[in-house]
């Protein structure tokens, strides 16, 4: 597996507070649900776009 790459994210501490809140639901660390999300929403984007790569 590739090493991770690692970015700053500025969110609102509301926004961050939702998905703190989604992410001890689903028994995930924030970072994991934001990667959780952003990973599904591109599988979702490739479906649509007819992609058959699905990572």
Not at 22 to 34: D, H, K, L, Y
């Amino acid at each position: 597996m590739p090493p991770r790459k690692s970015f700053p994210l500025r969110i609102s501490p509301e926004l961050y507070e939702e998905l703190r809140r989604w992410a001890e639901q689903e028994f995930r660390s924030v970072n994991g649900q934001i990667e959780f999300i952003l990973r599904d929403s591109v599988r979702k984007r490739k479906r649509e776009d007819g992609d058959k790569d699905d990572t």
